[in-house]
């Protein structure tokens, strides 16, 4: 059984830095992209950065120059490293990956949230 277990979530005053961190843990084969995403009250998931396995990334317009994910393969596991937060940062953060598990076809696998608050 796969599970992807998410750290590092808390609060911060705007201007400061959060560092997100998400490790898969069970059998699995390969992880092809990896990325988060974020949930504001009432208001709908939204992605927020997505690497591949090659490396590549894209960010939400939002993010850019701010937030940097990165991945590490050999560990099985991602990092997005925020900074300059602002207030309309604050939701709760997914990770989310894409993952073939040993016997098993890829599937999408989520996280459980972690809470990032940014106070004014």
């Known amino acids: 059984q796969v599970q992807l277990v998410e750290s590092g979530g808390g609060e911060v005053q705007a201007g400061g830095s959060l560092r997100l961190s998400c490790a898969a843990n069970?059998?699995?084969?390969?992880?092809?992209?990896m990325g988060w995403y974020r949930q504001a009250p009432g208001k709908q998931r939204e992605l927020v950065a997505r690497?591949?396995?090659?490396?590549?990334?894209t960010y939400a317009d939002s993010v850019k120059g701010r937030f940097t994910i990165s991945r590490d393969n050999a560990k099985n596991a991602g990092n997005l490293q925020m900074s300059s937060l602002k207030p309309e940062d604050t939701a709760v953060y997914y990770c989310?990956?894409?993952?073939?598990?040993?016997?098993?076809?890829?599937?999408?696998?989520w996280g459980q949230g972690t809470q990032v608050t940014v106070s004014s």
């Open positions: 989310n990956a894409q993952i073939q598990a040993m016997g098993d076809l890829i599937r999408g696998y």
């Open positions: 069970g059998s699995i084969r390969t992880i092809n992209a």
């Open positions: 690497i591949t396995s090659g490396g590549s990334t």
